[in-house]
């Protein structure tokens, strides 16, 4: 038995939360809310995730410093956009070679770090790995067969994390890829949004079809550039994330862009969703990489001009409809 903190009491932490306690680990949610906490304690659920009773050995607190104190492994589970803030909240409470296993997906739009990057940048000693792959709260807290993959520059840390999570409903891969699971990750939320709102249009299957094959090349493109591995972006934390965010009834990213394909403003969408949109906060920062690295993402510039250009959703389409003509793949030789 492990002791472990998963700091960040939403829908993804607390499902891990209660996986890692089916698990046999000994296991503590943060929340930075008291009243949360609270009200987890007394009713053993999370509103975000209804009709799922929390296991009863889960325990709950909003002390930090208690959540850190003697870890064996601290799961970062806050958005990402609070990456950096909690890393440096806790940044005197952990020793060096503290292990921290990242579950959530984005890119820092000031600075273009990863989630690995910003963690680094404020805590150099720790011993850092991702959890990634097509994996909704929804289903892992019903015990619904779930495949992610532990990634980590050091192998020992990444056959740790897969001890401490797999069992026979969450099968666990390890890979040394860090940056290609993490960019496979932040890089789908964007190419989601885009389905989304060729959902809201009511465009069908052919549409989708195209988004997500597109949306892999344009992934993939930028990945290789970066140093990532193509084999990791047609695996699980490439592809299989892909589909699930692009498709899936659980998904924020495709409901926001559905919401927006409809015709609903951004900030309502955001809204109406009532759970952290990562694609949103990736968006910037994806058209930001692919400018560094003079790699072309037609689909993320068009979801950016839609976003915060107020490009109408339909002109965007065509927009990617009237290209001009070229090979589906560079290199075609005749």
């Known amino acids: 038995m492990y002791h472990i903190s998963v700091l960040g009491a939403g829908s993804w932490g607390t499902a891990l939360a209660a996986h890692l306690v089916k698990n046999n680990q000994d296991v503590v949610l943060w929340s930075h809310r008291a009243s949360q906490v609270k009200e987890m304690r007394k009713s ?10 929390l296991p009863e050995a889960l325990k709950y607190t909003a002390d930090l410093e208690e959540a850190c104190r003697d870890k064996d492994l601290l799961v970062f589970a806050v958005p990402s956009t609070a990456t950096r803030e909690t890393a440096e909240k806790i940044k005197n409470l952990v020793p060096d070679g503290q292990r921290i296993v990242l579950v959530s997906k984005g890119i820092e739009e000031n600075t273009l770090f990863t989630q690995e990057d910003i963690v680094k940048d404020v805590l150099p000693g720790s ?98 550039k970066m140093g990532g591995k193509v084999d990791t972006l047609n695996g699980l934390t490439g592809i299989g994330d892909l589909i699930v965010t692009c498709e899936s009834r659980h ?47 037609p689909i993320v510039e068009a979801v950016n001009q839609v976003l915060f250009e107020d490009y109408p959703v339909k002109d965007a389409v065509i927009d990617l409809m009237t290209r001009e003509r070229k090979s589906e793949f560079s290199g075609d030789s005749w």
């Open 127 to 224: 011993d850092v790995a991702v959890l990634s792959g097509p994996s909704h709260a929804e289903e892992v807290i019903a015990e619904m067969p779930t495949v992610v993959v532990s990634g980590a520059r050091n192998k020992d840390t990444a056959v740790f994390v897969q001890s401490v999570f797999m069992n026979s409903s969450f099968r666990v891969y390890i890979s040394s890829d860090v940056l290609g699971i993490e960019l496979g990750g932040s890089l789908k939320n964007v190419i989601a949004l885009a389905a989304g709102m060729s959902d809201g249009l009511g465009f069908g299957d052919n549409a989708k079809a195209a988004l997500i094959t597109r949306g892999v090349h344009e992934m993939t493109s930028l990945a290789v």
């Open 44 to 53: 053993r659920e999370n509103p975000k995730l209804p009709g799922s009773k």
């Open 251 to 297: 998904s924020r990213n495709r409901k926001c862009g559905m919401l927006i394909g409809q015709g609903m403003p951004t900030n309502d969408a955001v809204k109406e969703v009532q759970m952290v949109v990562e694609g949103i906060y990736s968006a910037k920062a994806a058209l930001g990489l692919g400018k560094k690295y003079e790699v072309d993402l």
